[in-house]
DNA sequence: CAGATATATATTGATCCGATATATGATGAT
DNA sequence: ATCATCATATATCGGATCAATATATATCTG
């Protein structure tokens, strides 16, 4: 899934900016889903509008650079519906932190134990926001559906660290002790 | 985290051939990690050869090409040690399947529930394949951790498609009947 | 009033990824 | 017996992606 599907998917549920879809896929459902950078987005955008699958209105303002909002055109949605209706490859993880649990016995007990409170912070801070979120308000059940599989991800993720996280920064204590003596 | 840090990673574990470090990264506990490919396993070793933190033994075979295994310098161990004590950025991840769940009411009833179907299948395979697999045989004590959370993580998945699947479903199809009309 | 943050577009260099090329032994199917 | 496929093994190329940076200004905060 490459950036422009991306693109056209966000423009399909209203006009926006380059600016726009990058927020969106910070804050929104998307950020769990997919992120992309402003590197990308704004060649994607001009492939796409090359392709006649968006329309640009260039609206100067005062002082700010002059805003570019994008439109979906009749073709850029049917290109849209045919990228949804390919089968979806795999996911795609990548995790520093898994990494350095991987290799905990290089690493000092110490250190351990600090990656392992802050991914645990994190995870409660991240699971109490998505609580606290008004998602009935949510426009679509897609979205609904996302944010709750994201949450349920994320409660899973919290539970494991709780229960399995000493085991790991024992191991990484005692192989510290070995190396002492 | 780059893939130079992930070749020196795996060949803490031991001497290894590009091949094998590929092998590794798609078999073992890696996988549901950090995947890296051929693109960028063999650049990085040539680059970490250049900075001495590896070294090659070239060993020609019959018929098939020479085999160039790979052995971390102690320099090697010291820059792995480095970059896996600075704090782990944050996890990506990047889902073609929650996409597509997102925009459910775009795409057919029929669609949704053979990616849906297809997603289950699919979990529920991986996971029979982690329980079964001796993870008491695993050698470190990270490799059960990050075992057990990739497990977690997957059954928790799977109960999500489980309980909700329908909702998304039903969705496109009460949108099918809405556009019909 | 200074500094930080948010709005807004855009580029660049480094890296990464998927596809492809090359070469052969072993296994399995017809 | 022969054909196909898979596993071993290295390597490159073009396109995609990412992090960092540049530019410009309004608004908010202390």
New binding site residues.
Partial sequence: ????TICLAVLSRGAA????I??MCEEGVFHHIH??????I??????LLEDGLVTVTDTP?????????YRLTPAGRIALLDALSTPP?QD?V?SEFLVRMLFAELLGARTIEDFLDNRLQFLQQRIADMENCECGEMPTVGERFVHGFGLAIYQAMEAYLREHGHEVVGASLLSERAAAE
């Fill in positions: 899934m490459d950036t422009k900016s380059g600016y726009e990058k927020k992120e992309v950078g402003f590197g990308s704004y060649p994607a955008l001009g492939k303002q005062e002082g700010r650079p002059s805003k570019k909002v490859g795609r990548r």
